[in-house]
């Protein structure tokens, strides 16, 4: 059972599950032990930051999963992300009780303020957290796996495929528009409390929550690794770059993406559940198809097809992001982010990784053949 993880970590992806690592490591420390008046200490809301951009490098990495290796450009996949949110986000309701503005022990504030008489059906069971958390994967998993179904069955491919899975999150987000949809509408879920007892504003939670989060991204990153390194990942390759040959090999690829498009629906679903308790929100503008659009930028700024550079694109975009919406550039970020993508495309269309690997292998090519090149002219000195 371990051979197919063994043969996933080469070095690159040990150096990233190394990076990773210490990351969980020192942020904690320098949290908790470095005094706050040191240029080494980091603050609780650099904490939730960050762990924010740990959930959307795993958000990315599904993409990069089913986009890079199987060529399924899904354009809908926000609405996996905010599915797993949601269901979080329930949870989160239900553990605030009789704290809420109206007191009322089992209805949320919004369901009292709407005159809501009952909790409806689909709320039961979000008391408890093992129940929300299958929710977390269960959710995505099958609406990933009733529209693949339907998608992939039909032989949906290409720029079809992606409109559709934007008209999917465009469908999802008028609907949790609606007062009467039962999550909030408009203002969405807020005002958490507590997770799992414990206070989710403090410090501590939120170091864990981190922690978490990177714990969550490493096990995404090897379950994608280990799928890509196998077979089946190969047969994924071959479905990318000659679908209709590797059909007439006699595999069947609607199974093959199907299985796939669901494993990445349930890691976004993952990234959304821990994005939530972070940020103290969830509403309806999450399932935005604007969302989805700037999650396949992550990955082709980071270089599609490398699963550390999604991570990487992820990273570096939102802290991007952070930095120039908070100055005059404000206004400005939108067409900031859309001409970093066309110069990415045109001047870098490996992305940062992916050319980076280009000019390493490159290189090693050309040392080798030069390494030939001597062998073959040098004359052995004869024997005396």
């Known amino acids: 059972m371990t051979a197919p993880i063994t043969r996933a970590l080469d070095r690159g992806a040990t150096f990233f599950l190394f990076v990773l690592a210490a990351a969980a490591i020192a942020v904690p420390v320098l949290h908790f032990y470095a005094p706050p008046d040191s240029p080494w200490h980091v603050p609780v809301y650099l904490v939730a930051l960050w762990g924010k951009y740990v959930c959307y490098a795993l958000l990315a990495l599904s993409i990069d999963l089913i986009w890079g290796y199987c060529g399924i450009l899904s354009l809908g996949h926000g609405a996996f992300f905010a599915l797993g949110g949601y269901a979080m986000g329930m949870y989160l309701m239900r553990q605030i009780g009789t704290r809420g503005v109206y007191g009322n022990p089992i209805l949320p504030d919004f369901m009292v303020f709407l005159n809501w008489k009952e909790l409806p059906w689909f709320w039961y069971g979000f008391d408890m957290f093992w129940f929300a958390a299958l929710m977390v994967i269960l959710v995505p998993g099958l609406l990933a796996l009733v529209f693949g179904w339907f998608a992939f069955r039909s032989r949906v491919t290409g720029v079809y495929l992606s409109i559709i899975t934007q008209a999917l999150t465009f469908a999802l987000l008028l609907g949790f528009f609606r007062n009467n949809f039962g999550f909030g509408g408009n ?198």
């Open 187 to 384: 203002n969405g879920l807020t005002d958490f409390k507590d997770i799992l007892g414990f206070n989710v504003q403090a410090a501590g939670t939120r170091v864990t929550l981190f922690v978490l989060s990177c714990a969550a991204l490493a096990i995404g990153f090897i379950i994608c690794r280990a799928v890509i390194t196998s077979k089946f990942g190969k047969v994924l390759v071959a479905i990318r770059d000659a679908e209709s040959r590797t059909r007439f090999l006699g595999y069947r690829v609607e199974s093959y993406k199907l299985f796939v498009f669901v494993l990445s629906a349930c890691m976004a679903g993952v990234a959304g559940a821990l994005y939530v308790p972070q940020v103290g929100i969830i509403n309806p503008s999450e399932f935005a198809p604007a969302n989805s659009i700037e999650a396949v930028i992550w990955v082709a700024v980071g270089g599609r097809g490398t699963l550390t550079g999604a991570a990487l694109g992820a990273v570096v975009v939102n802290y991007g992001k952070t930095y120039f919406t908070s100055g005059f550039l404000a206004p400005y970020w939108l067409f900031l982010l859309g001409a970093l993508f066309v110069l990415v495309t045109l001047l870098l269309p490996r992305g940062i990784v992916g050319t980076w690997n280009y000019l390493v292998e490159r290189r090693r090519e050309q040392h080798e053949a030069v390494a030939r090149a001597h062998d073959a002219f040098t004359v052995e000195k004869p024997a005396e």
